[in-house]
């Protein structure tokens, strides 16, 4: 990144957060706006249009006139057709929809199944929240043994477990270790038992082979992935500040670990042999700890493009609608899923559930009716998928883009997941126009001989020209 992309992404995030003392009202659009910019225009914006100007402003949507007018397809169509120009081999598809009256304003091979990258999570996130419902916690359990001095630590799904205390307030390490460990020493030492105490770890929630066989081992090797199981410590790595590198090939084990180890801390004897043992129906609870909301894991799977909380949710999603927790059983439920709320799932082919397969195949225009399920469904726990897309310049996947002059237009304003793989980039989100209409778009660009790079600056411009577009003739 440029010494200048730098300097633009600071001030975009210095100006959100000064704005908790400015007062509610005062536009700081101009700030956001590219060189040459008509600056006395941005007065006359709708309010949806408006850049935050605090951070309790930066979820979901503001009002929207049913009266503001729609984009003239002709001249929307004539800006995008020049923008997508796929270069070093590669090609696009597209869909943009007026959200409410669902026209088409825009379309170039938009129902041709192409790669999508993490693109895909969007439809694991709608059928996670759809099934498990967006209040839904997890609980990673200790259960009495066969006798007194055995326990067996159970995985309920919580992959973002914490090594310390629990922390109410954060998504990742919101149930941790040392608290889960003293609660059970509290038990132990009701129950008079001092040690040696042997745990044995349940990790039986899911089923089936822990490696999808359609990922690419290079991606297995760079971390991307990791073997998936129902517990884990920080989303399957090593350090919850790790975004790159080696993860736990265990993570069950890892679990135990570090629970065995604030266990002892908590002054009881323990035998370091532990073992995976299925704990007994009907077993009693020592000790409990609970994640975060299912809403905040998507909110962050989707901020931060988790693969492992991905694959976790489609599972999850599997066993809340009686199939199997395992790979097929995940992509059976999400596409069971989207499929009965609307989406058309003709050409769809899930290999995982997170976007890293060699056999995903999306359409855009599956994946924007998926955007729209986000935006328009009458359940609240679906409508919660909206607050976890990455905001243009601000946010997640989303945070060190629309920084420079042909895309500063959409900073604060283009909501969207991104999706990238060595030869693939895309896009798939929403945004509000200078007249006020939702429209709601997906831009997949694959194919590229020298890498996603080369498509990423056309997509971020094409999402630009929406949230600049006044096109209505």
């Not at 709708?46 to 979901?60: D, E, K, R, V």
């Given at each position: 990144?440029?010494?200048?992309?730098?300097?633009?992404?600071?001030?975009?995030?210095?100006?959100?957060?000064?704005?908790?003392?400015?007062?509610?009202g005062i536009n700081l659009a101009p700030v956001f706006s590219p060189a040459g910019t008509n600056q006395s225009a941005s007065a006359s914006?709708?309010?949806?249009?408006?850049?935050?100007?605090?951070?309790?402003?930066?979820?979901?949507?503001?009002s929207l006139s049913a009266n503001a007018p729609i984009p003239d397809p002709a001249v929307l169509s004539g800006q995008l057709e020049s923008?997508?120009?796929?270069?070093?081999?590669?090609?696009?598809?597209?869909?943009?929809?007026?959200?409410?009256?669902?026209?088409?304003?825009?379309?170039?091979?938009?129902?041709?199944?192409?790669?999508?990258?993490?693109?895909?999570?969007?439809?694991?996130?709608?059928?996670?929240?759809?099934?498990?419902?967006?209040?839904?916690?997890?609980?990673?359990?200790?259960?009495?043994?066969?006798?007194?001095?055995?326990?067996?630590?159970?995985?309920?799904?919580?992959?973002?477990?914490?090594?310390?205390?629990?922390?109410?307030?954060?998504?990742?390490?919101?149930?941790?270790?040392?608290?889960?460990?003293?609660?059970?020493?509290?038990?132990?030492?009701?129950?008079?038992?001092?040690?040696?105490?042997?745990?044995?770890?349940?990790?039986?929630?899911?089923?089936?082979?822990?490696?999808?066989?359609?990922?690419?081992?290079?991606?297995?090797?760079?971390?991307?992935?990791?073997?998936?199981?129902?517990?884990?410590?920080?989303?399957?790595?090593?350090?919850?500040?790790?975004?790159?590198?080696?993860?736990?090939?265990?993570?069950?084990?890892?679990?135990?670990?570090?629970?065995?180890?604030?266990?002892?801390?908590?002054?009881?004897?323990?035998?370091?042999?532990?073992?995976?043992?299925?704990?007994?129906?009907?077993?009693?609870?020592?000790?409990?700890?609970?994640?975060?909301?299912?809403?905040?894991?998507?909110?962050?799977?989707?901020?931060?493009?988790?693969?492992?909380?991905?694959?976790?949710?489609?599972?999850?999603?599997?066993?809340?609608?009686?199939?199997?927790?395992?790979?097929?059983?995940?992509?059976?439920?999400?596409?069971?899923?989207?499929?009965?709320?609307?989406?058309?799932?003709?050409?769809?082919?899930?290999?995982?559930?997170?976007?890293?397969?060699?056999?995903?195949?999306?359409?855009?225009?599956?994946?924007?009716?998926?955007?729209?399920?986000?935006?328009?469904?009458?359940?609240?726990?679906?409508?919660?998928?909206?607050?976890?897309?990455?905001?243009?310049?601000?946010?997640?996947?989303?945070?060190?883009?629309?920084?420079?002059?042909?895309?500063?237009?959409?900073?604060?304003?283009?909501?969207?997941?991104?999706?990238?793989?060595?030869?693939?980039?895309?896009?798939?989100?929403?945004?509000?126009?200078?007249?006020?209409?939702?429209?709601?778009?997906?831009?997949?660009?694959?194919?590229?001989?020298?890498?996603?790079?080369?498509?990423?600056?056309?997509?971020?411009?094409?999402?630009?020209?929406?949230?600049?577009?006044?096109?209505?003739?």
């Open positions: 990144m440029s010494r200048t992309s730098k300097i633009l992404t600071t001030v975009l995030l210095t100006l959100v957060l000064a704005a908790l003392a400015v007062p509610v914006l709708p309010a949806s249009q408006q850049l935050p100007t605090s951070l309790s402003t930066l979820n979901g949507i503001g923008t997508l120009v796929a270069h070093g081999g590669g090609n696009f598809t597209a869909l943009v929809q007026d959200a409410a009256s669902g026209q088409v304003l825009y379309s170039r091979n938009a129902s041709a199944p192409r790669i999508p990258a993490s693109n895909l999570k969007l439809l694991t996130a709608v059928a996670a929240l759809k099934n498990l419902g967006a209040q839904t916690r997890l609980h990673t359990r200790v259960l009495a043994g066969a006798d007194a001095n055995s326990i067996v630590l159970q995985g309920g799904g919580d992959v973002l477990l914490g090594k310390d205390t629990s922390q109410p307030g954060k998504t990742v390490g919101h149930a941790g270790m040392t608290t889960l460990a003293a609660q059970t020493a509290a038990a132990l030492k009701a129950a008079g038992v001092s040690g040696p105490v042997k745990i044995s770890v349940d990790d039986t929630l899911f089923t089936g082979p822990a490696l999808d066989p359609n990922w690419l081992q290079a991606d297995v090797d760079a971390g991307e992935i990791a073997p998936v199981f129902p517990m884990a410590l920080y989303g399957a790595r090593l350090d919850p500040d790790d975004s790159v590198g080696p993860r736990p090939q265990d993570s069950p084990m890892a679990v135990a670990a570090a629970f065995a180890a604030q266990l002892a801390a908590e002054g009881i004897q323990v035998d370091t042999s532990v073992q995976r043992a299925k704990a007994s129906t009907g077993a009693r609870t020592l000790a409990a700890v609970d994640s975060a909301t299912v809403a905040e894991q998507v909110e962050y799977m989707l901020q931060a493009s988790d693969n492992y909380v991905a694959e976790t949710m489609g599972r999850l999603t599997a066993l809340a609608m009686k199939k199997d927790g395992s790979f097929s059983g995940a992509t059976a439920a999400v596409k069971e899923t989207i499929g009965a709320l609307g989406v058309d799932t003709e050409g769809l082919v899930m290999g995982d559930s997170c976007g890293l397969a060699v056999n995903d195949r999306v359409s855009a225009e599956q994946l924007t009716q998926v955007v729209k399920v986000m935006l328009t469904n009458p359940s609240q726990d679906i409508r919660q998928g909206v607050l976890g897309l990455p905001i243009a310049g601000l946010s997640g996947t989303l945070g060190d883009r629309y920084i420079d002059r042909t895309t500063v237009g959409g900073a604060g304003l283009v909501r969207a997941k991104t999706g990238t793989l060595n030869a693939v980039i895309s896009l798939s989100g929403y945004v509000v126009d200078t007249d006020g209409r939702l429209l709601v778009f997906s831009f997949i660009g694959n194919d590229f001989s020298g890498g996603s790079d080369q498509g990423k600056p056309a997509i971020d411009k094409a999402a630009t020209i929406l949230a600049s577009c006044g096109c209505s003739g």
